[in-house]
């Protein structure tokens, strides 16, 4: 499958060549799903991350523990097991004194 996916020549990361060959050729043989949007998912999930500094390894992807030759590293590896959970929380909107006195009926100088 070298001509599909293939390691860089540091071997800190690697490169999918052709997503639309992965999944037809790679993807059923090793994982259940044969989408690529999946199995870009799992990856995340799994703490890889796309390199985006320039250089020769742009775009491939790497993972501190996922390094050729290296294969006991991956024990260190842990899956977030919900990712929605590590989401930014929303901000609440920023209501003036003005604005939250009339929502909430009082006013100033009423007794």
């Known amino acids: 499958f070298q001509h599909?996916?293939?390691w860089s020549p540091s071997g800190?990361?690697?490169?999918?060549?052709?997503?639309a060959t992965f999944e037809a050729e790679v993807m059923p043989k090793y994982w259940s799903s044969s989408k690529y949007?999946?199995?870009q998912r799992n990856l995340n999930m799994w703490g890889f991350q796309r390199l985006r500094a320039k250089g020769p390894e742009h775009g491939n992807i790497a993972s501190p523990f996922f390094i050729r030759g290296s294969p006991s590293l991956c024990m260190n590896m842990t899956r977030i097991k919900n990712k929605g959970l590590y989401r930014r929380p929303h901000r609440r909107p920023v209501v003036s004194q003005d604005e939250d006195e009339s929502t909430t009926g009082s006013t100033a100088g009423s007794t």
């Open 4 to 6: 599909v996916i293939s």
């Open 12 to 19: 800190h990361s690697f490169h999918i060549t052709s997503k």
């Open 37 to 39: 949007k999946s199995f």
